[in-house]
């Protein structure tokens, strides 16, 4: 979008300054099929680089360009990772500004131009023949001589792995005296230096030691049989457990504190640390079965919602089915629970896991929810501890519980009258058939 400017044809390619409306006049790159931006000079949003002066030296691209410190000369091979300030290509600090694209003079592959000095415009000359013409070739080899593949050359910006024999090139080198390089391999001891690039080709030779590694085995069991199948990750890596409950890592370097996690359906997560230091390293993890247990609390017929289930310390509320779930629940023998309800005695007790398990819970009204519609009725109430049931229970289970919730008496209903006595106070019965129960009030005088 916008103005288009200085076209010039380069490589069989069109090279022009021109805006895509975010980032100013820019220089762009036509191949006969689509335009693209080669490279944001001027980082400064909208601002633009003022592209001027195309001329081909030597084969290269030169031009001026203005990077936000002021104009200066730039060169170009064609692509965005060789485009750069000539200063950048020569590694060298004469870097002049307000160059002027309008007095480029080339004589073979030199260019003069002009240019501020600290005395004013003076006449400056560049020699296109060592930019980016230099071939570097780096040979890796470990501490015994032996070529090292695959090792990673980074090497001013860019980075190569090394071939079979060992070696990595990189072509169209800029000149340089103290480019910086690093290589490194797993295994092996990095290493990082300055290659200098000046006259003509350069091959360097660089020994990489090795390191010392040792395994660190896992082995994951229930604290008495091995467990098949548990996820350890390490490193990033992540194995699964074989038929022992084992895993090896091999190759791991010397480190104070690697971080390790492993999981397992039906078991607690583990995690931890092991220290490689100068020697194989075996890891015993022992993980906790989780199990679920499940209430189911209802009023002796119907579900009950929003009951308040305390266990294994949280505290759920039953839903429309009257269940309250909790899952991953470790083993335990009387591990307490406790529910309550408004318009219902609290209910507690203590359950043993070492399954999934249902608990069902009957919960008694106090009286003030409204007890549900019975087809029995007990008279006299009050009575004396002898009363009769009047409906069809004959046949039917009966349990007593006492104010504290506590059963003190069951059995079968053989008739309808109940002739033991019971002591003075206030006790619920309750009565269950066919697959329903129902809940009295009983007062003993």
């Known amino acids: 979008d916008g103005l288009i400017s200085s076209l010039y044809v380069y490589n069989d390619k069109l090279f022009f300054s021109a805006s895509d409306g975010i980032n100013g006049e820019e220089l762009w790159v036509y191949n006969g099929a689509t335009a693209s931006m080669l490279k944001d000079i001027n980082l400064k949003a909208s601002t633009g680089s003022e592209i001027e002066g195309f001329n081909v030296v030597d084969g290269l691209l030169f031009f001026t360009a203005n990077d936000s410190t002021g104009t200066k000369l730039w060169v170009s091979d064609g692509t965005a990772e060789r485009t750069m300030l000539v200063s950048e290509a020569l590694n060298t600090s004469v870097d002049p500004l307000n160059v002027n694209p309008a007095e480029f003079a080339v004589i073979g592959t030199v260019l003069y131009y002009t240019a501020d000095a600290a005395t004013g415009d003076e006449f400056f000359k560049v020699d296109a023949k060592p930019i980016f013409a230099h071939t570097l070739t780096v040979l890796v080899n470990s501490d015994a001589g032996t070529p090292v593949e695959g090792a990673s050359v980074e090497f001013d910006g860019a980075s190569v792995l090394t071939a079979a024999d060992g070696t990595a090139v990189f072509e169209y080198v800029r000149s340089g005296?103290?480019?910086?390089?690093?290589?490194?391999?797993?295994?092996?001891?990095?290493?990082?230096?300055?290659?200098?690039?000046?006259?003509?080709?350069?091959?360097?030779?660089?020994?990489?030691?090795?390191?010392?590694?040792?395994?660190?085995?896992?082995?994951?069991?229930?604290?008495?049989?091995?467990?098949?199948?548990?996820?350890?990750?390490?490193?990033?890596?992540?194995?699964?457990?074989?038929?022992?409950?084992?895993?090896?890592?091999?190759?791991?370097?010397?480190?104070?504190?690697?971080?390790?996690?492993?999981?397992?359906?039906?078991?607690?997560?583990?995690?931890?640390?092991?220290?490689?230091?100068?020697?194989?390293?075996?890891?015993?993890?022992?993980?906790?079965?989780?199990?679920?247990?499940?209430?189911?609390?209802?009023?002796?017929?119907?579900?009950?919602?929003?009951?308040?289930?305390?266990?294994?310390?949280?505290?759920?509320?039953?839903?429309?089915?009257?269940?309250?779930?909790?899952?991953?629940?470790?083993?335990?023998?009387?591990?307490?629970?406790?529910?309550?309800?408004?318009?219902?005695?609290?209910?507690?007790?203590?359950?043993?896991?070492?399954?999934?398990?249902?608990?069902?819970?009957?919960?008694?009204?106090?009286?003030?929810?409204?007890?549900?519609?019975?087809?029995?009725?007990?008279?006299?109430?009050?009575?004396?501890?002898?009363?009769?049931?009047?409906?069809?229970?004959?046949?039917?289970?009966?349990?007593?519980?006492?104010?504290?919730?506590?059963?003190?008496?069951?059995?079968?209903?053989?008739s309808n009258k109940h002739n033991q006595k019971l002591d003075p106070g206030f006790y619920f019965l309750r009565i269950s058939k066919n697959g329903k129960e129902y809940t009295e009030k009983l007062i003993v005088k």
Request: charged share 15%.
């Open 177 to 414: 005296a103290g480019l910086p390089y690093s290589i490194s391999k797993l295994n092996y001891s990095s290493v990082t230096g300055v290659f200098e690039v000046l006259n003509g080709d350069v091959y360097e030779t660089v020994i990489l030691t090795p390191v010392a590694t040792f395994s660190v085995t896992i082995i994951v069991s229930d604290g008495t049989n091995p467990l098949v199948g548990a996820k350890v990750s390490l490193k990033g890596v992540e194995k699964t457990t074989d038929a022992s409950g084992t895993v090896v890592y091999e190759g791991i370097e010397p480190s104070g504190d690697l971080a390790y996690t492993v999981s397992l359906e039906s078991y607690s997560d583990a995690s931890g640390t092991v220290a490689v230091v100068d020697a194989d390293v075996t890891e015993n993890v022992t993980l906790t079965a989780v199990y679920s247990v499940t209430f189911v609390v209802t009023d002796g017929a119907d579900p009950l919602v929003g009951a308040l289930v305390d266990f294994n310390g949280t505290e759920l509320a039953t839903d429309a089915t009257g269940t309250a779930l909790f899952e991953y629940v470790g083993n335990g023998i009387g591990v307490a629970y406790s529910i309550s309800l408004n318009g219902f005695l609290n209910y507690s007790g203590a359950v043993n896991v070492n399954s999934d398990i249902t608990v069902d819970i009957s919960m008694l009204s106090n009286g003030t929810a409204g007890i549900k519609a019975n087809p029995f009725s007990v008279y006299p109430n009050p009575s004396n501890g002898v009363f009769t049931i009047g409906g069809d229970v004959l046949n039917a289970n009966y349990r007593i519980f006492n104010i504290k919730l506590q059963l003190v008496e069951e059995g079968i209903l053989t």
